[in-house]
T-cell receptor, first 110, second 114 residues
Framework: TQLLEQSPQFLSIQEGENLTVYCNSS?????LQWYRQEPGEGPVLLVT?????EVKKLKRLTFQFGDARKDSSLHITAAQPGDTGLYLC??????????FGKGTRLSVIA | DSGVTQTPKHLITATGQRVTLRCSPR?????VYWYQQSLDQGLQFLIQ???????AKGNILERFSAQQFPDLHSELNLSSLELGDSALYFC?????????????FGQGTRLTVV
């Protein structure tokens, strides 16, 4: 069974701070996605990383895929209250449906 | 708007009852997935259909079943409901792009069993 471990589970920070959340697995994935979910809504895709070592930037969010394609990180610069939500990583290996981590619940306080 | 439609948004029912959740995928997507989300378990994969056929099965209970119809909409049937079945149920549709797949989620159905 492929598992994705996300850390930390909970994170509460002040507006303007930087943060990094992690997504780790012992399995290799052909691609990895990050989703953000707000209360009462479904997860919304933020980014997909495919190549080992790949770095993608989405405004203040930087996503990195590990060289071995087993792990990923999400770094947020100068966090804002609008960044509050549940951040989920999901891995795809081509022969199984997307496997999700349990998520990091981020709270950014103004 | 993801393009995936789920109904109903909320459902309250009693233990022992049976309910049906409905999902319409994005136009053109052949794959439909069902996930269950509870506070302590995260998003748990239940079942996947592709173009009307079951493609993969996850931790789906025998009391639960699903199907995908010729028009590609899908239904998830939950029977003999128990209190522990209370959760958010999400449907997602996806397109496979080479080594990658991207899933688009509906807004979910919040099921409360009382």
């Amino acid at each position: 069974t492929q598992l994705l471990e996300q850390s930390p589970q909970f994170l509460s920070i002040q507006e303007g701070e930087n943060l990094t959340v992690y997504c780790n697995s012992s399995s290799v994935f052909s691609s990895l996605q990050w989703y953000r979910q707000e209360p009462g809504e479904g997860p919304v895709l933020l980014v997909t990383v495919v190549t080992g070592g790949e770095v993608k930037k989405l405004k203040r969010l930087t996503f990195q895929f590990g060289d071995a394609r087993k792990d990923s990180s999400l770094h947020i610069t100068a966090a804002q209250p609008g960044d509050t939500g549940l951040y989920l990583c999901a891995g795809y290996s081509g022969n199984t449906p997307l496997v999700f981590g349990k998520g990091t619940r981020l709270s950014v306080i103004a | 708007d993801s393009g995936v439609t789920q109904t109903p948004k909320h459902l309250i029912t009693a233990t022992g009852q049976r309910v049906t959740l409905r999902c319409s995928p994005r136009s053109g997507d052949l794959s439909v997935y069902w996930y269950q989300q509870s506070l302590d378990q995260g998003l748990q994969f239940l079942i996947q259909y592709y173009n009307g056929e079951e493609r993969a099965k996850g931790n789906i209970l025998e009391r639960f079943s699903a199907q995908q119809f010729p028009d590609l909409h899908s239904e998830l049937n939950l029977s003999s409901l128990e209190l522990g079945d209370s959760a958010l149920y999400f449907c997602a549709s996806s397109v496979v792009l080479g080594l990658n797949t991207e899933a688009f989620f509906g807004q979910g159905t919040r099921l409360t069993v009382v």
